[in-house]
């Protein structure tokens, strides 16, 4: 086996050199002055709207309508554009079309001012009058577009906008469909729900003081600047009074999804080891049971308040103990499952029973994580029963989303299972397994199908979830744990998937001294493999990536015809890159190779913007360098290119535009040699994008796991280090002993005499 390599490669920042081009028309649009008459309409009755409405809010929130998945360079720049601003300026919210999914279209809410929603009316009436006399009632590609060699001579005099704005109207209305007033739909029926409102210059205390909402009357508690926990009683009555200003309702007071108990057996006599110097992972779950042969590898904290503490059974405090069971004693427990990592201590906080307040949730994960630094990896095998909404990252997910942007953490989240007694269909996941920063795992059998009790993604219609898959029994294949109540016992369930995950990433990060980004890169690698386009992506939605290998040499180490190596980098430009990575080749002056590579990141995230939830994009391409100069990208990746065009529906499905994690793959097969392109060598270059008009501020950390393998068999890892170490990069070579070694010796106490 070959090991992994770490290679510092010397990377080049750039800014973006792309000149503004020239607003036209995209290929199959249109805008006929029919079009534009109905805008003008639909804008006109959202103005009526608020002018009969009692004002509460000093401008108007518009729904425009998109006719497609819309990139942030096609959204509108002219229609509602306030002046001195850009329209993406007033984007309050961002969600889908009720249409199947894959069908869907964007519907993006904008805050206007009246004055530009009459401005906006105004210069509509002229883009009609426009059309109808220059462009015989319909501005086309064929008439309206201008290239270097085709300009339609077209007169713009005489109607009081300038060219450039009257074009920038005429695309903009061609992807819009209509404006409306936004609207919630239903909410749900629990007792307690989470309502987020669109931002507007009101706060919250002095929008419910316009409202008359008297907290001696309704029951609320503000999360945040846009966020209630509500009764269903003020949730109703909000609903009624201002559904316009509601962005997103969920239900704050959610069941747990928890495993079946099964039978009692004898309890045995079980001794282990003391802990010594093992690395800790966080668990937040029910209680935990100090009565247990494995407590001394346990730090307990009950986190819950007195009158929690006396409503929790007794009962309940098997799942949070069976998880950890697995943590610190799986491979003893399931043999077949041992994966070489040992054990591990845990840091446990017992969170809830089987129920639990959303909000609660929340703020004693916040508290916890703020108040233990040291721990890298949480595992949360916590999920809701209820399906996750199609249009938003639910409140715990978003929450989670933003604690690993900002701290050095990575969450563990089971994929939660479906424990309908009839099935109708596989329903989505249940929160807060929709968070996109955390790996998400759902289960297999020991075959690497899915469970019956499976539930799926994508999540926001788009997103991959889960990332990940592991063994978690089913109902007539089960894995072992330990309960307080029943010793070792025969379990299922997404719960028992996710822990085996957390302790691979704790022993990369914590033992093999890794970044997260590279361990959360590798998992998901090792995962995916040579199969994952074609077999696991037709399961994607309910295995992620696919299955992760059992034992941990198989993610640190490769077999002899490849070449595994990582790389680390922080984006802080437009484009960061390297052109000069030496991969060796053939006897005939070609390379031997099929690749494939894997980034992972975490960006910041938003939540108001509701689909449009990633704040920053990482685009990658790696592969041979051509005689122009440029990347002849595995996955032909040409979004970022010069000239080119692609979609934003197309670049979502294709590159998984917005997606923190990036799987690029040549599909294993009888591949011949690529040929080299005038002796140039491999690059790699990550081009970075921002969703919100305000620039995100410092970089973006990220790491890549490329992987060469040899067509032919050979090994040629020594070339390729030796390559490396002439151009002056560093490499070094991941030996799981030697590291082993060297976590034992920093974790030793120093004795002075």
């Known amino acids: 086996?070959?090991?992994?390599?770490?290679?510092?490669?010397?990377?080049?920042?750039?800014?973006?050199?792309?000149?503004?081009?020239?607003?036209?028309?995209?290929?199959?649009?249109?805008?006929?002055?029919?079009?534009?008459?109905?805008?003008?309409?639909?804008?006109?009755?959202?103005?009526?709207?608020?002018?009969?409405?009692?004002?509460?809010?000093?401008?108007?929130?518009?729904?425009?309508?998109?006719?497609?998945?819309?990139?942030?360079?096609?959204?509108?720049?002219?229609?509602?554009?306030?002046?001195?601003?850009?329209?993406?300026?007033?984007?309050?919210?961002?969600?889908?079309?009720?249409?199947?999914?894959?069908?869907?279209?964007?519907?993006?809410?904008?805050?206007?001012?009246?004055?530009?929603?009459?401005?906006?009316?105004?210069?509509?009436?002229?883009?009609?009058?426009?059309?109808?006399?220059?462009?015989?009632?319909?501005?086309?590609?064929?008439?309206?577009?201008?290239?270097?060699?085709?300009?339609?001579?077209?007169?713009?005099?005489?109607?009081?906008?300038?060219?450039?704005?009257?074009?920038?109207?005429?695309?903009?209305?061609?992807?819009?469909?209509?404006?409306?007033?936004?609207?919630?739909?239903?909410?749900?029926?629990?007792?307690?729900?989470?309502?987020?409102?669109?931002?507007?210059?009101?706060?919250?205390?002095?929008?419910?003081?316009?409202?008359?909402?008297?907290?001696?009357?309704?029951?609320?508690?503000?999360?945040?600047?846009?966020?209630?926990?509500?009764?269903?009683?003020?949730?109703?009555?909000?609903?009624?009074?201002?559904?316009?200003?509601?962005?997103?309702?969920?239900?704050?007071?959610?069941?747990?999804?928890?495993?079946?108990?099964?039978?009692?057996?004898?309890?045995?006599?079980?001794?282990?080891?003391?802990?010594?110097?093992?690395?800790?992972?966080?668990?937040?779950?029910?209680?935990?049971?100090?009565?247990?042969?494995?407590?001394?590898?346990?730090?307990?904290?009950?986190?819950?308040?007195?009158?929690?503490?006396?409503?929790?059974?007794?009962?309940?405090?098997?799942?949070?103990?069976?998880?950890?069971?697995?943590?610190?004693?799986?491979?003893?427990?399931?043999?077949?499952?041992?994966?070489?990592?040992?054990?591990?201590?845990?840091?446990?906080?017992?969170?809830?029973?089987?129920?639990?307040?959303?909000?609660?949730?929340?703020?004693?994960?916040?508290?916890?994580?703020?108040?233990?630094?040291?721990?890298?990896?949480?595992?949360l095998s916590l999920g809701t029963e209820d399906e996750v909404s199609k249009n938003f990252i639910s409140y715990d997910a978003s929450v989670i989303d933003e604690l690993t942007a900002q701290r050095n953490v990575l969450f563990v989240i089971s994929g939660t299972n479906d424990n309908r007694s009839i099935k109708d269909g596989t329903i989505r996941v249940g929160s807060p397994a929709d968070s996109l920063n955390s790996i998400v795992v759902n289960s297999v059998r020991y075959d690497g199908t899915p469970v019956s009790y499976s539930r799926k993604g994508n999540v926001l219609s788009f997103f991959n979830k889960p990332d990940v898959s592991y063994y978690g029994g089913d109902h007539d294949e089960r894995i072992k744990v330990y309960s307080p109540l029943r010793g070792d016992v025969e379990e299922y369930g997404t719960s028992f998937a996710a822990p085996w995950i957390s302790r691979k990433l704790c022993y990369l990060i914590d033992i093999m001294g890794l970044s997260r980004e590279v361990a959360k890169a590798l998992i998901i690698d090792a995962a995916a493999g040579w199969d994952y386009k074609t077999s696991t992506y037709k399961m994607k939605d309910l295995i992620g990536y696919g299955v992760v290998p059992i034992n941990i040499n198989n993610v640190l180490e490769t077999p002899n015809d490849e070449i595994r190596f990582v790389v680390y980098e922080t984006s802080e430009s437009y484009k960061t890159s390297n052109y000069t990575i030496p991969v060796p080749k053939d006897d005939d002056n070609n390379y031997p190779y099929v690749a494939r590579a894997t980034m992972c990141y975490f960006p910041e995230c938003s939540r108001a913007q509701g689909v449009d939830y990633t704040n920053r994009e990482l685009s990658l391409k790696f592969g041979r360098i051509k005689s122009d100069g440029s990347i002849a990208d595995i996955n032909d990746n040409v979004q970022d290119d010069d000239g080119a065009y692609i979609d934003e529906r197309a670049s979502r499905r294709e590159f998984r535009k917005w997606e923190n994690t990036k799987f690029i793959s040549k599909i294993l097969k009888r591949n011949r040699p690529l040929k080299s392109y005038d002796e140039r060598l491999w690059g790699i270059s990550v081009i970075s994008k921002e969703r919100l008009s305000t620039r995100v501020q410092g970089g973006l950390n990220f790491a890549a796991v490329v992987t060469l393998k040899e067509i032919k068999g050979v090994n040629r890892i020594q070339d390729f280090i030796t390559a490396c170490n002439l151009r002056g990069y560093i490499v070094n070579e991941l030996n799981v002993h030697a590291q082993v070694n060297v976590y034992n010796a920093n974790q030793e106490e120093l004795i002075f005499e």
């Open 1 to 379: 086996m070959n090991p992994l390599l770490q290679v510092k490669l010397r990377f080049t920042k750039e800014r973006n050199s792309q000149q503004p081009i020239v607003k036209n028309l995209r290929a199959n649009a249109s805008t006929s002055e029919d079009k534009v008459i109905a805008l003008i309409e639909s804008l006109r009755a959202v103005k009526r709207f608020y002018l009969t409405t009692p004002k509460v809010i000093e401008n108007m929130l518009v729904d425009v309508n998109y006719n497609d998945i819309i990139a942030k360079s096609n959204r509108i720049q002219a229609l509602l554009k306030p002046r001195g601003k850009n329209a993406n300026d007033i984007i309050v919210g961002a969600r889908f079309s009720p249409a199947e999914e894959g069908s869907e279209n964007h519907i993006i809410t904008y805050y206007a001012d009246p004055m530009t929603v009459d401005r906006t009316i105004a210069e509509l009436e002229i883009i009609r009058r426009f059309i109808k006399e220059r462009l015989d009632g319909e501005a086309t590609p064929r008439n309206f577009n201008e290239t270097r060699t085709n300009h339609p001579n077209i007169n713009y005099d005489g109607y009081d906008l300038s060219k450039p704005k009257i074009r920038n109207l005429i695309v903009d209305c061609s992807v819009v469909e209509t404006f409306s007033i936004p609207t919630i739909g239903t909410f749900p029926e629990q007792e307690m729900c989470l309502l987020t409102f669109y931002k507007t210059e009101l706060p919250l205390n002095n929008l419910f003081e316009k409202l008359h909402v008297d907290s001696g009357h309704y029951q609320y508690t503000f999360y945040g600047n846009d966020t209630i926990s509500a009764t269903k009683e003020l949730c109703t009555y909000l609903l009624e009074t201002v559904p316009y200003l509601i962005s997103m309702v969920s239900s704050d007071l959610s069941k747990i999804a928890l495993e079946d108990i099964t039978a009692t057996p004898e309890l045995p006599l079980i001794a282990i080891p003391d802990p010594t110097n093992e690395p800790t992972i966080g668990v937040i779950d029910t209680l935990f049971d100090e009565s247990v042969y494995f407590n001394r590898w346990v730090e307990n904290n009950d986190y819950l308040i007195d009158i929690e503490m006396s409503l929790a059974q007794n009962s309940k405090r098997e799942h949070g103990t069976e998880v950890t069971s697995i943590i610190v004693d799986g491979p003893r427990l399931n043999p077949r499952l041992d994966d070489g990592c040992g054990r591990f201590r845990v840091r446990h906080f017992g969170v809830c029973d089987d129920r639990i307040s959303v909000s609660r949730l929340v703020r004693k994960i916040k508290e916890i994580v703020s108040q233990n630094p040291d721990i890298h990896v949480w595992n």
